[in-house]
Nanobody
Framework: QVQLVESGGGLVQAGGSLRLSCAAS????????VGWYRQAPGKQRELVAV???????NYADSVKDRFTISRDYAKNTLYLQMNSLKPEDSAVYYC?????????WGQGTQVTVSS
């Protein structure tokens, strides 16, 4: 089992920045995929950014050049640096980590961007 705890969400004005964190604990040795997803009211959960075990990163087109995903292996923590935030970035953000069998989700953290 892997436990994920997100933090760092909040209310920010358009153009501002936030950094989300996702602390992982438990049996994380088999994790080979980590990522951030988001879900806005009335919409499906969507991929924001991912890091594969090989270190490759991928971003949704809507956040490229504004968001950066990173991982601190020593702290077992995943980050999402979000810059130049837009009102359409408002959503609940979830971290996700996967091994070969299971997919684990955090509880989510709310990000609200005011115009």
């Amino acid at each position: 089992q892997v436990q994920l705890v997100e933090s760092g969400g909040g209310l920010v004005q358009a153009g501002g920045s936030l950094r989300l964190s996702c602390a992982a604990s438990g049996n994380i040795s088999g994790i080979n995929y980590v990522g951030w997803y988001r879900q806005a009211p009335g919409k499906q959960r969507e991929l924001v950014a991912v890091i594969t075990r090989g270190g490759s990163t991928n971003y949704a087109d809507s956040v490229k050049d504004r968001f950066t995903i990173s991982r601190d292996y020593a702290k077992n923590t995943l980050y999402l640096q979000m810059n130049s935030l837009k009102p359409e970035d408002s959503a609940v953000y979830y971290c996700n980590e996967q091994d070969t069998i299971w997919s684990y989700w955090g509880q989510g953290t709310q990000v609200t961007v005011s115009s």
